[in-house]
């Protein structure tokens, strides 16, 4: 970022914070992996817009979705066996969880219920699938990360047609991959690499494949690294820093335009949606203190496709 002249910054405000009904004592196996010794409350992810303006949120360690209105009451859909992290609303209506411990799932969000739909590859079960997403015509990609990291670069990212039920390995070789999302001709996909600071670029070739993969962008560096990402209709990248309290956002070209803080003493910014009036506001969940922050945009978000 040092080429360019610094980005500015865009600030925040809390749109909502998960009440206290529903905060826990820490207890879940998540927790003594991720956070040993603390006491966590919630760790929320996967905001994703329904068409009727809810806001729907995951809660890991709990195995928890929840639903938000657009007044911000919470209510609670599911609860389940399970460490829910990526959540996407498909064109047909289906509610997609990206499950650590499951894979693939299917939310009925009128029971509560979810479903298996995509568990593993040939017979081989994935490391631990975090985040997915669904481009112009249905296709899902998702990021299996597991434990992966500068370690052990063995990250995958798949591709799964959901028509032909034909699943396709694009790359094995990620240090932590995790928020994925397509450029503005949906012609390359875009897979944030936490462990490695960075966003790779993953060009979508005719036959489902992938070829020169390269760097899109590196990241500030930190305890953590690139997380959650979203488009807007200019092609600009949002990408969550999930240890530095911020969204960066870059143009096309990866260059750096904004940078937006959280208004809270969190540090833990995870993943985004955008949503609100004309889809101009940007909502993004702070899991480290259980709340969603909101911030005013120039530019709508790129809708999704079960907004079209």
Known sequence: MSLYSPPRDLPTRVFSRLPEQFWREGESDWVRANKPGQKVKSFLEGPS????????????????????????????????DGWPNGLKIHRDGRIFIADYKRGILVLHPQSG?????????????????????FD?????????????GQQDPTGRVFAYDLEKDILTL?????????GLVMDLPQNALFVAMTRGNAVWRLPI????????????????????GADGMALDSQ?????CDAGNACVWVFDPHAVPL??????????????????????????????????ILVADLEHAGQPMFSHR
Not at 52 to 80: K, M, Q
Not at 137 to 146: A, E
């Open 170 to 178: 694009l790359i094995n070789n990620g240090p932590s991959p995790n």
């Open 235 to 239: 092609g600009n990248l949002y990408v």
């Open 113 to 133: 219920s979810v479903t298996p739909f995509l568990t593993h590859s040939r017979s081989e079960g994935f490391k631990g699938v975090n985040d997915l997403f």
């Open 205 to 224: 070739q005719r036959d489902g494949g992938t070829s020169k993969v390269g760097i899109f962008t590196t990241m500030a560096g930190g305890v953590s």
């Open 49 to 80: 817009f329904d068409l009727h303006g809810n806001l729907y949120v995951t809660d890991i360690p709990y195995g928890r979705v929840f639903r938000i209105d657009a007044c911000g009451s919470w209510s609670l859909v599911a609860e389940y």
């Open 258 to 291: 904004y940078r937006i803080r959280s208004c809270t003493e969190g540090r833990t910014l995870t993943n985004l949606a955008f949503g609100g009036k004309d889809n101009k506001q940007l909502f993004i969940t702070d899991s480290s203190t259980g709340t």
């Open 136 to 148: 112009a015509n249905g296709k899902l990609y998702f990021t299996d990360q597991g434990q992966t």
